[in-house]
């Protein structure tokens, strides 16, 4: 009887012990790399990041406030590339999916980004969003 209890004991540390290591191994895949920078960012692959979607293609760049996606308030969007740099009209978000359609001349191969700025009531801004596309 007292065997039967080790064992149980030795088998249930066993299954814990194996989960937590394949928890920590997970935590550790999934840690971005110190090396990051905003060089590395600016080359991640089209589509949304956050609240931010941005497609570019045929010289027209697509951008998208995702819905129920940040606080309800004042926003703008930052749009950038080598030789252009702009900003949206600032504009309300109340929840609802807000897509802007702008010609963008760019040559094939260009990167395209965006950073979807928040207005913050008390002052300043928040970064809720930066996506890439090539065009």
């Known amino acids: 009887m007292q065997t ?8 249930l540390l066993g299954r814990f012990l194996t989960t937590a290591a394949v928890l920590a191994a997970t935590a550790t895949i999934a840690v971005s790399p110190a ?4 060089t590395n960012l ?4 089209a589509g949304i ?3 931010l979607g941005l497609w ?3 010289n ?3 951008l998208q406030h995702q819905p129920r996606c940040g606080p309800n308030g004042s926003y703008h969007i930052h749009v950038w590339s080598p030789g252009h740099d702009t900003n949206t009209r600032t504009y309300t978000y109340a ?4 897509t802007f359609d702008n010609p963008w001349p760019a040559a094939g191969g260009t990167n395209i980004c ?8 008390g002052g300043g801004y928040s970064s809720w969003g930066l996506p890439c596309d090539t065009m």
């Open 49 to 51: 990041s956050r609240c």
């Open 42 to 45: 600016a080359k991640k692959p």
């Open 114 to 121: 965006a950073e979807l700025w928040h207005h913050e009531p």
């Open 4 to 11: 039967a209890r080790k064992s149980n004991k030795a088998r």
């Open 60 to 62: 027209r760049i697509t």
């Open 56 to 58: 570019a293609q045929n």
């Open 95 to 98: 929840g609802a999916t807000l």
């Open 35 to 38: 090396s990051a920078t905003a």
